[in-house]
T-cell receptor
Framework: AQSVTQLGSHVSVSEGALVLLRCNYS??????LFWYVQYPNQGLQLLLK??????LVKGINGFEAEFKKSETSFHLTKPSAHMSDAAEYFC????????????FGTGTRLQVTL | NAGVTQTPKFQVLKTGQSMTLQCAQD?????MSWYRQDPGMGLRLIHY???????DQGEVPNGYNVSRSTTEDFPLRLLSAAPSQTSVYFC????????????FGPGTRLTVT
């Protein structure tokens, strides 16, 4: 069984500040890991994915995440927040070798202030 | 490509009514899934399919049926709607095991009264 824990249901940062959204996972087999972003009243958009290649993964909109097996973590970062980054972010895990069964965290709402 | 499309966008049902949420993708994706999103709970997997004619249950399958007669379509049926099924429903698809990232539709907001 897999699970995902996102620490902090709400995170607030100033525009231009570092964004750090935390994700820890548990999986009994090698995982695939994903970050998705959801803007109000929209579907989910893929930010980035880890599928056992490079441990530092770069995604869209300047986001990146690092897979740390020893810490079972996949934290999302962005060096400088922009107002347009305000949204809800979801971390998700699936078993390596599957393509249709994601387990999601409960989400982190990012607020960006002036 | 339209990507993943879902209809309707909004629906209100009375308890006991049945309905079908439609999902279609035009990306020739093999894998398709249905999730429901509830506040504070993230998204939970209802049913999924690994190809035409093959479906399986996810985490919260009770009260829902699916079928996959074509690669493109993956409808979700609510058999007898209950207020606990009030939620936002998302359909998603992915191309292959080598490209497992899922692409999501815009969602259907369902209210059961």
């Amino acid at each position: 069984a897999q699970s995902v824990t996102q620490l902090g249901s709400h995170v607030s940062v100033s525009e231009g500040a570092l964004v750090l959204l935390r994700c820890n996972y548990s999986s009994s087999v090698p995982p695939y890991l994903f970050w998705y972003v959801q803007y109000p009243n929209q579907g989910l958009q893929l930010l980035l994915k880890y599928t056992s290649a490079a441990t530092l993964v770069k995604g869209i909109n300047g986001f990146e995440a690092e897979f740390k097996k020893s810490e079972t973590s996949f934290h999302l970062t962005k060096p400088s927040a922009h107002m347009s980054d305000a949204a809800e972010y979801f971390c998700a895990v699936s078993e390596a070798g599957t393509a249709s069964k994601l387990t999601f965290g409960t989400g982190t709402r990012l607020q960006v202030t002036l | 490509n339209a990507g993943v499309t879902q209809t309707p966008k909004f629906q209100v049902l009375k308890t006991g009514q049945s309905m079908t949420l439609q999902c279609a993708q035009d990306m020739n994706h093999e894998y398709m899934s249905w999730y429901r999103q509830d506040p504070g709970m993230g998204l939970r997997l209802i049913h999924y399919s690994v190809g035409a004619g093959i479906t399986d249950q996810g985490e919260v399958p009770n009260g829902y049926n699916v079928s996959r007669s074509t690669t493109e379509d993956f409808p979700l049926r609510l058999l007898s709607a209950a207020p606990s099924q009030t939620s936002v429903y998302f359909c998603a698809s992915s191309y292959s095991l080598g490209r497992p990232e899922q692409y999501f539709g815009p969602g259907t907001r369902l209210t059961v009264t």
